[in-house]
């Protein structure tokens, strides 16, 4: 449950792409009349009316929000497939997936019910049974003890979670787990998901809050044939499911013209056989070994649509929702936005972080494994989910032992047993206290990058006494000095989050090259410091849709009249995913510059868009995005509606109340801004970005000490933002206090070394004091940055004379 849930919901460190819910409103611009009087589009349950370029919704009953496949399907229950399934059953039936999500029964729960007692945080929480039924005395939304009864179990291994229904339709997660385990191994015990946090009742993270919500964190993929059913009007959730558990239809799509096909005795002609996919990548398809290297050939190039890894990746993922109109077997960014390699949940090579669960989707996209066409279902049975072979046995299926097991390729004689394959390409890390996940990028250890870069090793996670250079050494010794892997994005990825000097130049190389896995691509595109058109015209029109949403993330920020152009292609895209965020990005485009000839394609895409944050109306960021939509949109009053419902839902989310201030700002409402801002802070004092936009916002006023006051804290609260530093220095020289601010930007560039704003000020300020010595130092760095800056050029020159 809680693997979605952080406690830091910022973004650090990267500009693009933007979360929705963090896009500042955009200015107010006059929609112009359109060639059609009024376009109406139905889309989940929102009637969308498009009049003279202005976008409004109202609710619709009568229209259904059943994804499409439901017109035509229905979902028959994985009972009906057992009579002529039965090996496939019976794999299944043993499986975590039959396991994921169960009512709360004597055979399905494995925690201790027996008065139980818990405590952490100063709560001492009771478990225990009542009237055949399961009950957890434990802190409540409030903070007072309270009994709740246990309706459901979630998961089964290495752990289980339990859900507690509410009267307004709500599914919480506990946050206290019972680890099942064998006591040897530690488990048979009560654990808290959170140990080191003293999460209470006020905290985001408490177990009656938002991010512990089953109808919107878990239920997806725990469940089969979900629909979440929010009522935003009456804040209430009446979410069904067509099976409890992940049946056989979560993966293979509704069944019942499957099921129709097989009991008309197959005289149906249909070369489908009823099925809403066909998981045929693998049929016929053999590997064999290549003579003299000895490496896996697959017998055919891989298909471009890998529907098995689209399917799997719907719940193995790090994905937000956009539409329940899910069908397996096509691309998953069609219904889901997938999330690139990002600092707070990847290292710079693309390593998954050790508290931050990336699922094994993104990591397995990074690997030549699925680049020369290995699929999930070569290594797991997809009906049990369990290896197709015991230890290394699952790789041996295709890398020949008599290579890959001596001692030429393992260099540990001397260990009994020896490392297994996936102790040195497969990295595990721990998450949720006793879940241990391998990574799926099957890489090459390279302590030589952990040298450089900071990044984990394979090596030390065993050798943890050594140093990361003592296995660079060893590693050089045995295989020579020159090294690569599949995975060639590190220094690139590391420069970019940490403001190197050459970060443009790395990442333009990764963007374009043809060898480097897609969602790299993606990504290099979406942090490139400055849009490169060239770039970006070429990853808007790649087969891949991760590369063509990264695309569009890059024009983030770029001039409003330069957008159409470039973008207005993907309002069209295939895949919706990407018609999506191209509607997200033009929508601050004034209708007056919109082609009458587009106009039809923008209002459906951005219908698409209005929907997708409409299924998602129980969640504060949805809200914000849509407020955001609106506000560029000029539409100021569902703007200001829809900021409000967000913080309704958490008065505590920062980028709803910013954005709310700053719609109040283009108003000329900037007490209202500042009142808003002010609210926030008293829940969250140490949130910098509130302080810094208060700050701003007392600028406007021309308060300048209360402002200094509020961008001083800002700075101090998060050094980690160098334009807080930046902002805050610009206002204390404004003030007078040049030698303050020089002061707050040399200790803001000990951490952000190649921050162009800096260094840029650091000139002005100590050219404006006279101090010729530090305005050539600031000056010189700055050049190495910006050397094509003629300005700056000749600056130097005047200063070495």
């Excluded at 891949?544 to 001039?559: H, I, N, Q, W």
């Amino acid at each position: 449950m809680a693997k979605g849930a952080r406690r830091n919901r910022k973004r650090e460190g990267r500009r693009p792409p933007k979360q929705p819910a963090e896009l500042p409103a955009r200015p107010q611009e006059s929609p112009a009349p359109r060639s059609k009087a009024a376009v109406l589009l139905a889309t989940g349950g929102v009637l969308l009316v498009l009049a003279g370029g202005a976008l409004a919704w109202f609710a619709a009953s009568s229209i259904s929000n059943q994804p499409q496949q439901h017109s035509q399907l229905s979902f028959v229950g994985s009972k009906a497939c057992a009579a002529c399934h039965p090996a496939e059953t019976k794999l299944w039936q043993s499986s975590q997936h039959r396991n994921a999500m169960d009512h709360a029964t004597d055979q399905s729960v494995r925690g201790d019910f027996n008065n139980a007692v818990f405590e952490y945080g100063g709560t001492r929480s009771r478990f225990f049974r009542r009237d055949r039924k399961f009950l957890a005395e434990t802190d409540g939304p409030d903070g007072k003890l309270a009994t709740f009864e246990v309706k459901y179990t979630f998961g089964v291994d290495p752990m289980q979670q339990y859900l507690v229904e509410f009267p307004d339709g709500r599914i919480q997660a506990l946050s206290i787990a019972w680890d099942t385990r064998p006591k040897a191994r530690g488990g048979q015990r009560w654990f808290h998901l959170y140990p080191d946090a003293a999460v209470n009742s006020s905290d985001p993270l408490h177990w009656t809050r938002l991010n512990q919500n089953w109808n919107f964190m878990c239920a997806e993929c725990h469940s089969t044939g979900v629909q979440k059913n929010y009522d935003a009007a009456k804040d209430r959730f009446a979410t069904t499911f067509a099976e409890i558990s992940v049946g056989c239809e979560a993966c293979h799509g509704a069944g019942s013209r499957h099921v129709a096909w097989a009991t008309s005795r197959k005289e149906v002609s249909d070369p489908a056989h009823g099925l809403v996919v066909k998981f045929d990548e693998r049929s016929g398809i053999t590997w064999s070994v290549e003579a003299g290297t000895l490496k896996p050939v697959r017998s055919a190039e891989a298909p471009a649509l890998r529907k098995e890894v689209e399917t799997c990746g719907r719940c193995h993922a790090r994905r937000g929702t956009l539409s329940e109109d899910w069908t397996p077997g096509r691309p998953l960014s069609e219904t889901h936005r997938v999330s690139l390699l990002d600092r707070r949940y990847f290292h710079a090579d693309g390593q998954m972080r050790d508290d931050e669960e990336t699922y094994n989707y993104a990591p397995f996209k990074q690997s030549k494994m699925f680049a020369k066409g290995v699929t999930c279902s070569d290594c797991h049975d997809p009906h049990s989910a369990s290896l197709k072979a015991p230890g290394d046995g699952v790789c041996a299926q295709c890398h020949s032992p008599g290579k890959y097991e001596s001692a030429a390729h393992r260099y540990h004689d001397d260990v009994s047993p020896p490392p297994a394959c996936a102790s040195c390409h497969m990295p595990a890390r721990r998450y949720m206290v006793v879940d241990r996940r391998h990574d799926h990028s099957f890489r090459i250890p390279r302590p030589d990058l952990s040298v450089r870069l900071g990044t984990p090793n394979a090596c030390n996670d065993c050798h943890r006494d050594k140093p990361a250079h003592w296995a660079a050494q060893q590693i050089e010794a045995w295989f020579g000095p020159q090294r690569q892997g599949y995975q060639t994005y590190a220094a690139a990825f590391h420069a970019a989050w940490n403001e190197g000097g050459d970060a443009q130049a790395r990442l333009a190389a990764i963007a374009g090259a043809g060898d480097v896995p897609g969602i790299a691509r993606a990504s290099a595109l979406a942090d490139l410091p400055t849009p490169d058109v060239n770039l970006i015209s070429r990853g808007l029109s790649d087969p891949d849709p991760l590369v063509r949403s990264g695309a569009l993330d890059a024009l983030e920020g770029m001039p409003v009249d330069h957008l159409w152009p470039l973008a207005s292609a993907q309002l069209a895209d295939p895949v919706r995913g990407v018609r999506i965020r191209a509607a997200e990005l033009l929508a601050s485009v004034p209708a007056a510059q919109r082609p009458v000839a587009d106009g039809d394609k923008f209002a459906l895409a951005a219908a698409e868009f209005v929907a997708a944050q409409k299924l998602n109306a129980d969640r504060p960021e949805a809200r914000t995005a849509l407020g955001s939509f609106f506000a560029r949109q000029s539409n100021a009053t569902d703007a200001e509606a829809e900021y409000r419902a967000a913080l309704g839902l958490d008065p505590s989310f920062a980028p709803a109340a910013i954005n709310l201030s700053d719609l109040y700002r283009q108003l000329g409402r900037d007490s209202d801004g500042e009142r808003i801002l002010r609210e926030s802070l008293s829940r969250s004092p140490q949130d910098a970005s509130l302080h810094h936009a208060l700050g701003l916002t007392l600028v406007r006023q021309k308060r300048n000490e209360a402002a200094l006051e509020e961008l001083r804290q800002a700075a101090s609260l998060d050094p980690g933002q160098a334009r807080y530093a930046y902002v805050y220095a610009v206002g204390l020289n404004s003030a007078g206090r040049r030698d303050d601010a020089l002061g707050v930007l040399k200790e803001s560039l000990r951490r952000h070394p190649n921050n162009l704003d800096l260094l840029s000020a650091a000139v002005n300020f100590s050219r404006e004091k006279g101090d010729d010595v530090s305005t050539l130092e600031y000056a010189e760095r700055l050049a190495r940055l910006v050397p094509d800056n003629s300005g700056l050029a000749d600056l130097i020159r005047k200063l070495r004379r």
